[in-house]
């Protein structure tokens, strides 16, 4: 069973940095999985802004947050990061990371919720104005 913590969220002013991260946690190594981030906002759909492959390490976003966000892994800490530049009010949301299952669960599955099976248990980034 693959088991994610994600930690890092708080209250940042617009135009502000914060770096969120996903951990693997009680046994579950990260190495060669994909890890997706995603959120969501109140009254909004969950919306998947960006992955990693854990073969190759490519990695994809958004439209909506390409040169704001940035994903990296470092595996000798057994975490996924999220950069997150250049805050916004509309990036206030709960953060979520996941991860595939099956066979092909080093590939990214694209940036829709349904290719995740693990998901963590959110962290929450407000962006005040």
């Known amino acids: 069973q693959v088991q994610l913590v994600e930690s890092g969220g708080g209250l940042v002013q617009a135009g502000g940095s914060l770096r969120l991260s996903c951990a693997g946690s009680?046994?579950?190594?990260?190495?060669?999985?994909?890890v997706g981030w995603f959120r969501q906002a109140p009254g909004k759909e969950r919306e998947g802004v960006s992955c990693i492959g854990g073969s190759n390490g490519r990695t994809y976003y958004a439209d909506s947050v390409k040169g704001r966000f940035t994903i990296s892994r470092d595996n000798t800490k057994n975490t996924v990061s999220l950069q997150i530049d250049s805050l916004k009010t509309e990036d206030t949301a709960v953060y979520y990371c996941?991860?595939?299952?099956?066979?092909?669960?080093?590939?990214?599955?694209?940036?829709?919720?349904?290719?995740?099976?693990?998901w963590g248990q959110g962290t929450q980034v407000t962006v005040s104005s």
């Open positions: 009680r046994g579950t190594s990260l190495d060669y999985y994909a």
């Open positions: 996941a991860a595939p299952s099956g066979s092909t669960y080093f590939y990214c599955p694209g940036l829709s919720s349904d290719g995740f099976n693990y």
